[in-house]
Structure formats: C-alpha cells, structure tokens
C-alpha cells in the first residue's frame, strides 16, 4: 500500500493539537496504515489517534480490496445506509474527542499558568502583564486621570491600525517615564499624542515632531537604522525611530 486518504476531519482535529502531538499522530498514521504497524502513543496523541482509527482501518481494507479486484460496484441501499450511520457516529465520536482535546489542553494551560505563578515567573523572575492595557494599568496604579490617558492612547492605536503589543506598550510607559516624573504631565503627553495621532509620546508643546522641508511631519529627531527591531521606538532615548533611507 503506497497511500491513503487524508479526510478534512482529521486536519479540524489535530489543528487544536501541540506540534510535537501533531507529529506524533502523524507519524503514527503512517505507519499504521502504509506498514501495519500499531502505533505506542499516549496522553493527547493516543486520544487523536484512536478517534481516527475507524478510518484509517476503512483505508486499509479499501487498498486490500482494490488490491484482488476492488469492491463490488454496486453497494445496496441498505448498505449505503448503514455507511451513512457510520460516518455520522464516526463524526459525533471525533467531535467528542475533539471537546476532550480542547478540555485537556485548557486544563494544562491552567496548570503551566499555575506553576509559573508558583514559581515566581520564568527563571525566577515576576511574570509580566499579559496585554498592553495590564502594562498600563500597572504603571497608573490609582491615578484614573493617567488610565484614561493611557487607555485612549491604546484606543487610537487600535482605530489607526497600529495595535500596542505588551512589549510595545512598556516602551511607551519607558518613554513616558524618561520625560517626566509627573503624572499629569505624563497624562497630557498621551492625550497630546492621541490627539496627533502619533504612535509614540514626545515632550509637551516645543519638542512636537518636526516638519521637513518636503515632505511630511517626521515623527522624530532620531535616525532609524536599517536593523531596528522595535517598532517605532528607539531602546536608547525612548523616542520614535525615523527612516533616514
């Protein structure tokens, strides 16, 4: 036997799977079929692979028959029905242990979450806030002026298209920080950039991007390197970068 069916049903239910699961089941697949060899899994894999069986047991005998003459052409309706039942139960069977799967893996993400709670973050360390709006919502603390400001920064970031990642959002607070220590400076700094529509903060009023002679405003006073890794912000000063290409 050189091949077998690959049916949609298998792709839905191993996409919610772990890589090193995805080869396992895979290989297992393989092997079952192609060599007759019964596969030693265990965990998710096992589960994945034993919803998939009935299958792949159908693609072996398949290939058998195809191989003496193929099957009788002809099927009766009886039993084209009781084919029809049988994929319907072989659906319902991989739905459930499709809703397995996805319990298991929730209850792992539960349990890693946990343990690195417990561990005190990765490598010792704090774990860091999830979303830029934790980022933000740490750095304001109870100052609710600041929170609005920080909030509508993210807002208008979203509304350009340019949404915060958690990384992006500390840089912000980084930049803020290295402006001023006053918190409603600070707040009149995100509502000055919300309001511009700028990506990043400047300093108030006199330190506003700079227009060119011919072009449009840049953004900032700082050259962009053709390696920057950080989007718009320059690790160094906590400003904007600015393609000098």
Known sequence: MEGFT???????TIKIASPEDVKSVLIAMGEYVLDDQEPELDGTAAIIFEAFRANLDKSKKRATAGKTGGEKANASKTKQTKSNASKRKQTEANEKNREAIITNNKKQKTNNKEQTTNNGGYGG????????????????????????????????????KKPLTPRAAQMIVNGLTKITADPGEQAAILDQSTV????????LHKDEPKKA??????????????NAWMDDIDPETGLPWVNDG
Do not use: C
Request: aromatic content about 12%.
């Open 213 to 226: 002679k011919n072009g449009p405003t840049m953004e900032a006073v700082t050259p962009r390197p053709s």
């Open 125 to 160: 360390m704090p774990s860091a806030p999830g979303t830029a709006l934790e980022v933000f919502a740490e750095f304001a603390g109870e100052n609710a002026d600041l929170m609005s400001a920080l909030r509508g920064f993210a807002e208008m970031r979203q509304k350009i």
């Open 196 to 203: 511009h529509g700028w990506q990043t903060v400047y300093p």
């Open 6 to 12: 690959f049916w949609r049903g298998y792709l839905n």
